[in-house]
């Protein structure tokens, strides 16, 4: 598979996810409240909650755009607005642990962790430009 490829495949998975947690917030926040790994931080808000499922909707358009232009700028903007938002979550929740047991906390921070570390590693094969260029004669890739 292809570097463009690649990259284009990270940016719908992760914009799936959040169109499935953006969707599942704004619509269910009860439901949502109920999950151990966020009931463990009372007291519940639905203002908060549905304000977050919007954030996520967001987010979601922003890289399902990335996913469709596979332009530069937006996949590498769309990449930091996700780092930024995925690596306060994760700090925040590497300091709220206590109520949840080894096991459960261990798998919560694994889960977020690749929440920091998908998104960087998809960055990393941005960065550099080759997955933007487009192929040249004879399936050699041009310049952009």
Same mark, same amino acid.
């Given at each position: 598979?292809?570097?463009?490829?690649?990259?284009?495949?990270?940016?719908?998975?992760?914009?799936?996810?959040?169109?499935?947690?953006?969707?599942?917030?704004?619509?269910?926040?009860?439901l949502?409240?109920?999950?151990?790994?966020?009931?463990?931080?009372?007291?519940?808000?639905?203002?908060?909650?549905?304000?977050?499922?919007? +954030?996520? @909707?967001?987010? *979601? =358009? #922003?890289?399902?755009? $990335?996913?469709?232009a596979?332009?530069?700028?937006? &996949?590498?903007?769309?990449?930091?607005?996700?780092?930024?938002s995925?690596?306060?979550?994760?700090?925040?929740?590497?300091?709220?642990?206590?109520?949840l047991?080894?096991?459960?906390?261990?798998?919560?921070? +694994?889960? @977020?962790?690749? *929440? =920091? #570390?998908l998104?960087? $590693?998809?960055?990393?094969?941005?960065?550099?430009? &080759?997955?933007?260029?487009?192929?040249?004669?004879?399936?050699?890739?041009?310049?952009?």
């Amino acid at each position: 598979m292809s570097r463009r490829a690649w990259l284009r495949s990270g940016l719908g998975l992760l914009a799936g996810a959040q169109v499935v947690l953006g969707l599942w917030i704004s619509l269910l926040p009860e439901l949502f409240w109920k999950w151990p790994w966020v009931s463990h931080l009372p007291p519940y808000n639905e203002h908060l909650l549905r304000d977050f499922g919007g +954030a996520s @909707l967001a987010l *979601a =358009v #922003v890289l399902c755009s $990335a996913v469709a232009a596979m332009e530069r700028r937006l &996949v590498i903007t769309a990449l930091v607005a996700y780092l930024v938002s995925s690596g306060a979550h994760l700090l925040f929740h590497a300091r709220h642990l206590e109520p949840l047991s080894a096991a459960s906390g261990a798998g919560f921070m +694994a889960l @977020l962790g690749a *929440a =920091v #570390v998908l998104p960087a $590693a998809l960055l990393w094969l941005a960065a550099d430009g &080759v997955a933007f260029r487009e192929p040249g004669p004879a399936g050699r890739r041009s310049a952009p």
